[in-house]
């Protein structure tokens, strides 16, 4: 095989590989033989030293393989400086941590009208038992049981508000995070 | 020698003649071929993957004869990479060592 046949075999078997890497490798591969020849070694010579056109194929086939995922992660690497980074940032000044304040209000709001409304049956508890209380007892006991109930209801609600808020928090956080690391739509 | 061992093994050797000096493909492939026995092309798919993992970069310098030859240099990265995989290299080859000779001798090796 002289260098011609050697190149054009080299450069079918290479295929689909993009034009530019085709070029370069043949220009290394060309810059072999002519290095070859000037050391005074014939076409023939270089050829058969090279190995099979084939397998040096799918050498650099191989290494193009590789060429592609570094690529790829080279891709997550600039979505961990860029946009991901601003996102979060922005996001969090106009959104998310106005959301998470105001649901923080929510809750404290909640805390204070419950203790409100158990100072208010307290007392009321307290002048039915002292008999401060003669007339009206009925309404009272009726605004009693209403007090009551607002109160069960308002525990209820700040024992799910405080587990989902904890809860949401944590995965407000890791899903910050997860695009700080990685930017956006990358999964 | 088994090919898939081979062939780990060739980024670090050339890594270890870049550390030589600069050098260009043709000067590399010669001097691999002459210590490990492979075809002279193996050199050129080794030094692409290399460059682009940027543990070699590559740049053109005139010859005396002919069209400018393209050098590659060993960068920083690829010192550490080198020197780090060398490391590992040897201490694995001396463990091996150690478990081959010991069977050669019948498991005689530490009397």
């Not at chain 1, 056109?53 to 860029?82: C, H, S, T, W, Y």
């Not at chain 1, 409304?117 to 009726?142: C, N, Q, R």
């Not at chain 2, 005396?64 to 550490?80: A, C, I």
């Amino acid at each position: 095989m002289n260098k011609t046949e050697y190149l054009n075999r080299l450069s079918n078997e290479l295929g689909h590989m993009p034009y530019g890497d085709v070029k370069d490798i043949m220009q290394s591969i060309e810059e072999h033989f002519d290095e070859g020849l000037s050391e005074g070694r014939s076409e023939e010579e270089i050829a058969a030293g090279l190995g099979d056109p084939k397998e040096l194929a799918n050498e650099f086939k191989d290494g193009a393989k590789f060429n592609q995922i570094m690529k790829k992660r080279k891709k997550v690497d600039n979505g961990r400086d860029g946009t991901g980074r601003i996102f979060v940032v922005v996001f969090n000044i106009f959104v998310g941590v106005a959301m998470w304040l105001v649901l923080l209000a929510a809750i404290i709001a909640a805390l204070c009208i419950l203790g409100v409304d158990l100072g208010i049956i307290g007392v009321i508890v307290a002048s039915i038992i002292m008999g401060k209380i003669t007339e009206f007892i009925v309404p009272f006991i009726f605004l009693l049981l209403t007090l009551i109930c607002v109160a069960i209801f308002l525990v209820v609600i700040l024992i799910l508000g405080i587990k989902y808020y904890g809860k949401g928090l944590k995965a407000y956080i890791r899903w910050n995070r997860h695009v700080w690391n990685y930017g956006l739509g990358e999964d | 020698m088994n090919s898939q061992i081979k062939k780990g093994i060739l980024d670090l050797c050339v890594l270890a003649l870049l550390e030589q000096g600069d050098s260009y493909g043709y000067d590399l492939a010669g001097s691999l071929a002459r210590k490990v026995e492979v075809a002279d092309g193996t050199v050129y798919p080794i030094l692409r993957k290399l460059a682009s993992e940027g543990v070699v970069s590559t740049y053109l310098q005139e010859s005396q004869n002919g069209p400018p030859r393209k050098y590659y240099h060993l960068t920083d990265s690829g010192r550490r990479k080198l020197n780090s995989d060398r490391e590992e290299w040897l201490k694995f080859c001396g463990e091996v060592n150690e478990i081959l000779e010991r069977g050669e001798t019948g498991g005689k090796a530490d009397e």
